[in-house]
């Protein structure tokens, strides 16, 4: 019988930070549903909406400044089964999409054997060189969320890292409000404050939206970043 994903999510988070190893926790989840442990998480194949609707603006207006990617560079932070970096390669970028987990990258090659995406295995808090400043649209969607409130000094510099000049980043989170305490588990949701503290080191806040998506029920923070 398998276990409900979110479950299992909490408690190996929760294991992996009393034993110091913040991170773990991704790729012992991304096994378990290898192993047929638990359903594959984030599983599903259509873009985030909120992409979606940055890739529809830019090409109902024709301008590289939005979606329309003209075979510029594209990163995904913490691809999982590649809903969003399918759908930048379909939008006309050179879309390179990394996961912490190689059990999540197995799975996401597995899924599109014959994808242009370069999916690898990579760390936001150890960026290779090759990933340092190379891209012209960075996608952060939920990742920042996951990562233990102790890593997310490194995590938003590696964020700032992957832009080069003249690149946007769109940044998606899961609201916290001010009064709403941290939990103990995953995921570690940002405030509004947080979410400003994204900007910094050369790289500009350009809009910082509270959105409800349809169909969702959580409201989202939206961020574009620009490195001028």
Same mark, same amino acid.
């Given at each position: *019988?398998?276990?409900?994903?979110?479950?299992?999510?909490?408690?190996?988070?929760?294991?992996?930070?009393?034993?110091?190893?913040?991170?773990?926790?991704?790729?012992?989840?991304?096994?378990?549903?290898?192993?047929?442990?638990?359903?594959?998480? &984030?599983?599903?194949?259509?873009?985030?909406?909120?992409?979606?609707?940055?890739?529809?603006?830019?090409?109902?207006?024709?301008?590289?400044?939005?979606?329309?990617? %003209?075979?510029?560079?594209?990163?995904?932070?913490?691809?999982?089964? %590649?809903?969003?970096?399918?759908?930048?390669?379909?939008?006309? &970028?050179?879309?390179?999409?990394? #996961?912490?987990?190689?059990?999540?990258?197995?799975?996401?090659?597995?899924?599109?054997?014959?994808?242009?995406?370069?999916?690898?295995?990579?760390?936001?808090?150890?960026?290779?060189?090759?990933?340092?400043?190379?891209?012209?649209?960075?996608?952060?969607?939920?990742?920042?969320?996951?990562?233990?409130?102790?890593?997310?000094?490194?995590?938003?510099?590696?964020?700032?890292?992957?832009?080069?000049?003249?690149?946007?980043?769109?940044?998606?989170?899961?609201?916290?409000? #001010?009064?709403?305490?941290?939990?103990?588990? /995953?995921? &570690?949701?940002?405030?509004?404050?947080? *979410?400003?503290?994204?900007?910094?080191?050369?790289?500009?806040?350009?809009?910082?939206?509270?959105?409800?998506?349809?169909?969702?029920?959580?409201?989202?923070?939206? *961020?574009?970043?620009?490195? /001028?």
């Amino acid at each position: *019988m398998t276990r409900d994903w979110d479950d299992l999510a909490d408690e190996l988070g929760v294991r992996a930070v009393a034993d110091g190893e913040p991170t773990r926790w991704y790729d012992e989840l991304w096994s378990a549903a290898g192993r047929g442990d638990v359903p594959l998480p &984030w599983d599903h194949t259509d873009p985030h909406p909120l992409l979606a609707e940055w890739t529809a603006q830019g090409a109902a207006e024709r301008t590289a400044e939005h979606g329309d990617g %003209g075979g510029r560079r594209a990163v995904v932070v913490g691809c999982g089964l %590649g809903g969003d970096s399918e759908h930048l390669a379909r939008e006309g &970028w050179r879309t390179t999409a990394f #996961d912490i987990s190689p059990a999540a990258v197995t799975a996401v090659r597995d899924r599109y054997p014959d994808s242009p995406v370069d999916y690898r295995t990579g760390d936001l808090l150890e960026l290779t060189p090759d990933l340092r400043g190379a891209f012209d649209l960075v996608v952060e969607i939920y990742t920042l969320q996951a990562l233990h409130p102790s890593l997310r000094e490194r995590a938003v510099a590696g964020v700032r890292g992957l832009l080069a000049p003249g690149g946007t980043a769109l940044v998606v989170q899961v609201v916290r409000r #001010d009064d709403q305490p941290r939990t103990a588990e /995953p995921p &570690w949701l940002l405030t509004r404050a947080e *979410m400003e503290a994204v900007a910094g080191d050369g790289v500009e806040l350009a809009s910082l939206d509270e959105v409800l998506p349809a169909g969702r029920v959580n409201p989202l923070w939206r *961020m574009l970043l620009t490195r /001028p």
